[in-house]
């Protein structure tokens, strides 16, 4: 993840450097995501047909790949968008890799506190961007950061499981599943929140410094969020263990709350831009990890192939909401901004309630 949060990051620099505005961070960030979702689908049966391994190492050499050309290569807004295209594929083949893996590989009491962990990556990512900015971009320069970011990505190489099979095993059936009704319903409540809560991590750096923050201090409360969604997101899966049903439930109360920390945002003043900012973290974008716990235990027999599905949302969500979200600052200014995305998070909270009872329909 860390080639889009880093964008996100050290947007006021590198738009200092490469020349655009929100609207084309925007749509640099949704190129990422696009990519993502389109990547998704196919992803999910490559894992079930090649193993996680195999799929995770492609993901670390072709993020660590896409890092290292960004801090080279980047030259213009069209570059930039074109090397984050190729650095969306890697989120699909490294999310899917991971969820085949924990749902196979870790016992079903820990696995929802397993995935908290894993999906606190993505947070942590932030929090990596966000001590980018005073560490590395106001001081050597944002390119520095993206390499270094390459250097960290191929540290999980030596890590992966070796005792993960590389294929199917002979025999076994290999496992199939084509998109349901409620897979598609719960799909589109997770691309509503994640199409409002994704340019909290892609613009409040720049938010805050249009509000009168420092670049550092904008860029500490960025790392401030990323904390919050890390802590968030392992507590959250934490309390999944401990829960025998529920979880969509829990998913739409945070997306409900978070709604309101978007909201807050638009305030006028300084000093509502980390209450904001850790509400839109540790509520409205820290359920994926509940999302993929939930729909691994429901489809446990094509668990890369069913969270293939419901990521798409996740990553078109990814995709709309920084688009959407640069053109509406571009129009009239971050306040609609901000509270456009709260309402599509409400929406999408509403929705993920319709999802969870489909799903019990279904059982």
Same mark, same amino acid.
């Given at each position: 993840?860390?080639?889009?949060?880093?964008?996100?990051?050290?947007?006021?620099?590198?738009?200092?450097?490469?020349?655009?505005?929100?609207?084309?961070?925007?749509?640099?960030?949704?190129?990422?995501?696009?990519?993502?979702?389109?990547?998704?689908?196919?992803?999910?049966?490559?894992?079930?047909?090649?193993?996680?391994?195999?799929?995770?190492?492609?993901?670390?050499?072709?993020?660590?790949?896409?890092?290292?050309?960004?801090?080279?290569?980047?030259?213009?807004?069209?570059? /930039?968008? /074109?090397?984050?295209?190729?650095?969306?594929?890697?989120?699909?083949?490294?999310?899917?890799?991971?969820?085949?893996?924990?749902?196979?590989?870790?016992?079903?009491?820990?696995?929802?506190?397993?995935?908290?962990?894993?999906?606190?990556?993505?947070?942590?990512?932030?929090?990596?961007?966000?001590?980018?900015?005073?560490?590395?971009?106001?001081?050597?320069?944002?390119?520095?950061?993206?390499?270094?970011?390459?250097?960290?990505?191929?540290?999980?190489?030596?890590?992966?499981?070796?005792?993960?099979?590389?294929?199917?095993?002979?025999?076994?059936?290999?496992?199939?599943?084509?998109?349901?009704?409620?897979?598609?319903?719960?799909?589109?409540?997770?691309?509503?929140?994640?199409?409002?809560?994704?340019?909290?991590?892609?613009?409040?750096?720049?938010?805050?410094?249009?509000?009168?923050?420092?670049?550092?201090?904008?860029?500490?409360?960025?790392?401030?969020?990323?904390?919050?969604?890390?802590?968030?997101?392992?507590?959250?899966?934490?309390?999944?263990?401990?829960?025998?049903?529920?979880?969509?439930?829990?998913?739409?109360?945070?997306?409900?709350?978070?709604?309101?920390?978007?909201?807050?945002?638009?305030?006028?003043?300084?000093?509502?831009?980390?209450?904001?900012?850790?509400?839109?973290?540790?509520?409205?974008?820290?359920?994926?990890?509940?999302?993929?716990?939930?729909?691994?235990?429901?489809?446990?027999?094509?668990?890369?192939?069913?969270?293939?599905?419901?990521?798409?949302?996740?990553?078109?969500?990814?995709?709309?909401?920084?688009?959407?979200?640069?053109?509406?600052?571009?129009?009239?200014?971050?306040?609609?901004?901000? /509270?456009?995305?709260?309402?599509?998070?409400?929406?999408?909270?509403?929705?993920?309630?319709?999802?969870?009872?489909?799903?019990?329909?279904?059982?």
């Amino acid at each position: 993840m860390c080639p889009v949060f880093l964008v996100g990051g050290l947007s006021v620099q590198i738009g200092q450097e490469l020349h655009f505005t929100p609207s084309g961070l925007g749509l640099a960030v949704a190129s990422y995501f696009t990519a993502s979702a389109l990547a998704s689908f196919w992803a999910g049966r490559l894992v079930e047909r090649m193993g996680s391994k195999f799929v995770a190492k492609a993901a670390i050499l072709l993020a660590a790949g896409s890092l290292a050309a960004i801090a080279v290569a980047a030259r213009d807004l069209t570059s /930039l968008t /074109l090397l984050l295209v190729l650095a969306g594929p890697a989120n699909s083949l490294g999310q899917l890799s991971s969820n085949a893996l924990l749902a196979r590989k870790v016992p079903p009491k820990r696995r929802g506190l397993m995935f908290g962990v894993k999906q606190a990556a993505i947070p942590l990512s932030t929090t990596l961007a966000g001590l980018a900015v005073p560490i590395v971009a106001l001081t050597v320069g944002w390119r520095w950061g993206f390499g270094v970011a390459a250097v960290l990505a191929l540290l999980a190489w030596p890590v992966l499981p070796r005792t993960e099979e590389a294929g199917p095993q002979p025999g076994r059936p290999k496992p199939q599943l084509r998109p349901n009704a409620t897979l598609v319903v719960i799909s589109l409540a997770a691309c509503l929140g994640a199409t409002a809560a994704n340019p909290v991590g892609s613009f409040i750096a720049d938010y805050g410094v249009s509000q009168g923050m420092s670049e550092s201090l904008s860029g500490l409360n960025l790392t401030l969020g990323g904390l919050a969604g890390v802590a968030a997101r392992t507590t959250v899966g934490w309390m999944a263990d401990r829960r025998d049903s529920g979880r969509l439930v829990m998913i739409a109360v945070m997306l409900a709350v978070g709604s309101a920390g978007l909201a807050l945002l638009a305030a006028p003043g300084v000093w509502t831009i980390p209450i904001g900012t850790v509400a839109g973290f540790a509520l409205g974008w820290a359920w994926p990890g509940l999302l993929n716990f939930a729909i691994t235990l429901r489809y446990s027999q094509a668990p890369a192939a069913a969270t293939g599905i419901t990521q798409i949302g996740v990553y078109i969500g990814g995709g709309l909401g920084p688009l959407a979200f640069g053109a509406l600052v571009d129009a009239w200014g971050y306040p609609v901004g901000w /509270l456009t995305m709260a309402v599509l998070m409400l929406a999408g909270a509403v929705l993920m309630i319709v999802g969870r009872r489909m799903l019990l329909t279904t059982t």
